[in-house]
């Protein structure tokens, strides 16, 4: 697999994809909050770390190291999650999308991820919320409450639908139909043809702001700072 690749992909998702509109609107709340950090020369930990596709939103970086338990060329250190093996306050910023809803214990994982942030250090992270299961590793989904109560260490949290009901619900039906075609012909010719049509629907009512419910938002992402 081309790491590089893979990585453009998640941050520059095509219209084929049907995760187009979660991944697109991912990139564009992490790319507000990374202007929050101006110039700053950043110490990052990616936990989960295997492609990395938010790296290039911060380019003043210090150092960057990512984990995670497969080995690729990303990849700084094999560790688990839930281990962190890094001393106090050694980050500035820890990222972590998409990996809590498979450890065993979300609230100590992130007593961890707090206790390797520098003061005022910041995690940013994405949750799976309203979204079928992927892999049968995969154990938590999280609503705002679940999000706040694991998130009690931190001082400030801000907590963001990365998409609103409507869009969510097309996003679904997206996964749907690309999990039951059964042959490669029938999904390459839904993924040029009714994919693209869903995600485009999808991005235009997220457009016209018609509702705030997140009621079925597929995910949440998270903005935390540290006492």
Known sequence: MDIEQEARDRLFPSLSDPSYLVLRSRRLIFSQWAQRFGGRRLTILDVGGRYQPYRTLFPNLKRYIAIDLIRTPAVSVIADGERLPFLSESFDLVIATQTVEYFRD???ALQQIHAILKPDGVFLG???ACVPRFVEHERWRFTPNG???ILKPF???EIIPELHSPASV???INLA???FVRYDAIRSVYQWS???LLNLAGLGIEKLNLTSNDQFTANYSVFATKR
């Open 170 to 172: 097309l996003r679904t």
């Open 177 to 179: 139909l690309n999990s």
């Open 126 to 128: 994405s949750f799976a």
């Open 155 to 157: 001082a400030k949290v």
């Open 194 to 196: 009714l994919c693209p």
């Open 147 to 149: 999000l706040l109560t």
């Open 106 to 108: 979300p609230g100590a």
